[in-house]
């Protein structure tokens, strides 16, 4: 089967290929009189725009989004919000390669096995160019939780990791790599600039936090929070891992080293420790939420790698095309619309039920 | 909102507290035609069971299953199945410290915080106790994929791991930790037995596989199999991370490092690599299914641990009860279960839309 | 597939067959801190009850329920409320007929085709006995609506309709009809017991009403209020037509007729007719939802039908065993019942979107 | 809440308004491989398109659909099918006199009150213009099922009635009211004429069958056939009612006048008759699938009604804009699809759970 909808009652659903006129998102659930406009989305949409510096691919898209409906004057109505981005640049290149042999690690080979054939032009649906109907859906989320505030960044790439201590939020915006650490940012442009050159990619780590949540929100016991956040999380391409608050470190802690501890405060408990990620029992805490995720290195790479074509035959690969040596960096946009959408849905679910 | 159903179109809903009188599961969307009885069923449970040996909690359940619905002379119909488990060892405690006082790291303030009070007997609804529903469930789901084989280990205890080099899946069942490693299985009886004493508790990394898995099982975009696998195992009690195939590492390799490359081979490819753990975009490949997840340690520890109470006063609390002191250790059939009803789900996903 | 579950948000599950153990309900989603307890319940089960009368069934069930979780301290808890009720007159008959041959207008055929066998014991899932989980589940539906009064009654049987001059809602529970015209109560007791006596069977019109329901209820587009009304309805064995206020009458009408005219009223609208039944683009316009609906007469006759059995061959079937001679007056709890969930669905999912 | 899909499996999604730039069907599920191009589709949007003759709206709609995604090299690739319809004759008229009061009848005074405020430019959200896109993914659903063949036609127009024994399926793609007599459709053209003339609009009857329906599909309970095709049809704008084979007419039937009775046949029984309307138990029996519908005359009527304006003070409001004198005319296409819709995604279903 294929799933496109995302979401229990604030619901997104995409569509579109890598190289097809458009792709798209259809946003339902959406309260009614929220102020959304192009305006609105644009920014987030720019944020993982490709071809704005060297360490990202080349193909030059304006993803330009446009709203089709949903909003009548400037406010949203309560009725589905579609959104459509054009492709431009969908370079007329020579796919024979791609068309007949199977690119390693990339879904080739699955959506054959799965589909019986497959659309091959830039990956067709799985292409990582979907994520822009993501982010676009994830601009409108964003006005359904204004009381929230959502920052994911780069914490390490190819395992150079940053430096805790030098973290900056402000650096995050001023550097190609959303990356907090001033000199890990240098450090990294010139290991991207490295892998790019020898043809080669790197992974990535990619961290996000979501302060402003209120203590209740999370429908347990399938739709948990965490649940829903891992799911969501892992449905972007390229990820192989997300982790809540201290994640895999937690299974090397005590008890009581994980404890997060609880005082008195403002209005609610003041946590001494946040080991959960503020999460505890897929209902949130009243914490900052914080998780992290794995991408692997871009699939695509200009040396030769043994594959087999559609016929079954031995074959050898390499991706020409433009690619993004370090698929991990715009996830960085990606994972904060998750982040998101996921939250819009469960405000909503909790005030289904708890009013 | 409250979603205790999993699944697509094999669904579970899963009902049921610590200390009410039962706990079941429904188990829809079932095949009809196979054969299934409580014997079927009840050897899983058997090994999820608490009170087996000094190494998990005392409480003594004896778990028996009983099929109230959905099986007519040995075999489903394609009807609803009703599983029900009795509580039978629901101590008569003193739960006034609970429920005035919130357990850090438990579902206590955040139950609390979303719906007003909670059912404070033993956890309520959110013990791990629920987990042996799962189980119950997960074996109707293996009678759907009998094509596939799946095994789950513990792989580290409190950061102690096995030697893959020893790894002898024979030793699994041999030992109270599910541990392929014997000489790790004598290290965590020491390990267990001290945090049990220091009144403690420890965290554990575990491991799954499943083969015999075809390609072509997963439902892109947002119900990808490795999407779906991690919001099941991110929805089992203690769980922070989850990671498919190489998971974090692979954000420390190179494209080249990473790639899985393939060879002709009888009946489709030969993969020289595993790195994606079986999956690409989010459908199976044929290679073997591989995730790992990490539990904390159990919450529940003998020492005093700074909280607040229902009025927001400060108290201190420390969780006397029963308790799994690693609880990591019977994840492994809950592990197992999960992945089953995920597979299960995801064959007939793919046999609704591909024929 | 098998869909037992109904419901977005306020979502009820059930299981059961006629000669199984048990049957039962799981309802998810309620809201919590609501008061409940088996008494709530009993009263609307006793209300659908099978043999109360010389003019239903004579299978004797007491149809006890037990509320096996989601409640703590006398509320509900926000977590699965798992409601049972045991089967005890599953008098033990000699079903070979049944299990050979198909009888026409049961689900004999159908079922079998689907599945390939089926548990043939006094129809299996496909009895109305099932629907007493429905009323089980309806009445914790009515905990989370209780601005809203919901009537139902018997308009018709066999063709011979209530007197509307005559309507007396105080009358529904004075007869075994559910019939507020208590001439035509008397009319019908002779009509059901002819009907009896001949071993044949009939049909009935059940009408309803749900006062107090505040205007903005609804999903547009494809969970409109009258569309889950439809479906909810439909679902009921036996039923073959719903209509929604004038329903088909109001194909014959013009449209002046058919309008709805507004004045100002008190807080709101007051409406000077209400052909629509209370819903207008799927919406609720705070009128009475009005609907009808078609119950077909039994399928079980005494009188012998040409059929086939299960080889193909000619067969001729006459159901003897326990039934009623007209199903459509149980009916009328489990319409109301239907009801009751749709608009606590359609309540807690206007709460989602529009606080 | 908004719910904007429609199927389990086999799903499409619309959104867009009468008066915005666009309307579209995103459908979901779609099996690979099927021939799919836009001359697929165009023929039922034409047949469905406003402007045609002088018995439906006059608003000028050319209904060109373009397919966005989802196909490649002419044939589905099991990915989202995006489907966009632009709209071109969005008259640019004076809306001022609906935007300050509420036409009876229709959808303004219930959007309003669920959602605060409306899109009122041709009844936005809630126009039938919608159904344009439920037709567009009819189109794709009989792709889905080849094996069926689905007819609808108009049985009777403000009340009155075709002769069954008249009944020509050949005549109904002759007229303009896809009347199947020939001799009513000429009594219809003077009826919806006076109607036009007079300012005033006319219910109407719309029935349709479904042939070579295997024996099987439907998805007990809550999914049953019958229920979800009431929810499908009772989603229609202006549809007030819904029967399944003799529906309402079953009800004054006695059980033997009502049976179905069969006689062995080629590969499966003989029915002697279908009272039931080709569903037993919520599954298909092999049998024509039939049904029938109610439309409402069209609420838009040249007559001053009796109304109140958003501020809650009377007015008269008399709908001038272009209209349908009878919207059941064209509803025709509409229930065509609707009921392709459901059938394919009843036999995706089945084939999930029955292999």
Redesign the interface.
């Known amino acids: 089967?294929?799933?496109?909808?995302?979401g229990?009652?604030f619901?997104f659903?995409?569509?579109?290929?890598s190289h097809?006129?458009?792709?798209?998102a259809?946003v339902?659930?959406?309260?009614?009189?929220l102020a959304l406009g192009e305006a609105d989305i644009q920014p987030f949409l720019d944020a993982r725009r490709p071809g704005t510096s060297r360490f990202t691919t080349q193909r030059r898209e304006p993803d330009e989004v446009?709203i089709?409906?949903?909003v009548?004057e400037g406010?949203t109505?309560?009725?589905?919000?579609?959104l459509m981005i054009e492709n431009v640049d969908q370079r007329s290149k020579d796919y024979s390669d791609v068309a007949k042999a199977?690119r390693?690690?990339?879904?080739?080979?699955?959506?054959d096995?799965?589909?019986?054939?497959?659309?091959y032009r830039g990956g067709?649906?799985?292409s990582a160019r979907?994520t822009a109907s993501r982010v676009a859906a994830g601009a409108v989320a964003r006005k359904v939780i204004p009381e929230v505030t959502i920052t994911a960044w780069v914490e390490?790439v190819?395992?150079d990791a940053i430096d805790p201590a030098r973290f900056d939020a402000a650096e995050i915006g001023r550097n190609p790599f959303f990356c907090p650490d001033a000199e890990a940012a240098v450090r990294w442009g010139r290991l991207v600039d490295e892998?790019r050159k020898a043809g080669?990619?790197?992974?990535?780590?990619v961290a996000a936090e979501a302060t402003g949540v209120?203590?209740?929100?999370?429908?347990?016991?399938?739709?948990?929070l965490?649940?829903?956040?891992?799911?969501?999380?892992?449905?972007i391409n390229a990820v192989?891992?997300?982790?809540?608050?201290?994640?895999?470190?937690?299974?090397?802690?005590?008890?009581?080293?994980?404890?997060?501890?609880?005082?008195?405060g403002d209005g609610?408990?003041t946590f001494?420790a946040n080991?959960?990620?503020g999460?505890?029992?897929?209902?949130?805490?009243?914490q900052p939420i914080r998780l992290r995720c794995?991408?692997?290195?871009?699939?695509?790479?200009l040396?030769p790698?043994?594959?087999?074509d559609r016929d079954?035959?031995?074959a050898e690969i390499m991706t020409k095309g433009r690619h993004d040596p370090c698929v991990?960096i715009r996830g960085v946009p990606v994972v904060e619309a998750m982040l998101a959408l996921v939250l819009a849905d469960q405000k909503?679910?909790?005030?289904?039920?708890?009013?």
Not at 1 to 6: E, G, L, V, Y
Not at 77 to 82: D, N, Q, V
Not at 113 to 119: H, Q
Request: with cysteine; proline share 8%.
């Open positions: 089967m294929s799933f496109n909808t995302f229990r009652v619901r659903s995409t569509w579109g290929e097809g006129p458009a792709i798209g259809v339902d659930g959406c309260p009614p009189g446009r089709l409906s949903g009548f406010r109505t309560g009725t589905p919000i579609s199977y390693p690690g990339h879904a080739d080979y699955a959506y096995a799965k589909y019986g054939f497959r659309d067709g649906r799985s979907e390490a190819g395992g892998a080669s990619s790197l992974g990535a780590i209120p203590p209740g929100w999370g429908a347990p016991l399938y739709a948990k965490d649940s829903e956040l891992a799911a969501a999380i892992m449905s192989k891992g997300v982790e809540i608050g201290d994640g895999f470190a937690a299974a090397r802690l005590t008890g009581e080293q994980n404890a997060d501890p609880m005082r008195p609610g408990p001494l080991h959960a990620g999460i505890a029992g897929g209902i949130s805490t009243g794995a991408f692997k290195p871009t699939s695509s790479i040396k790698v043994e594959t087999i079954g035959a031995a991990g909503l679910l909790h005030r289904a039920q708890c009013g």
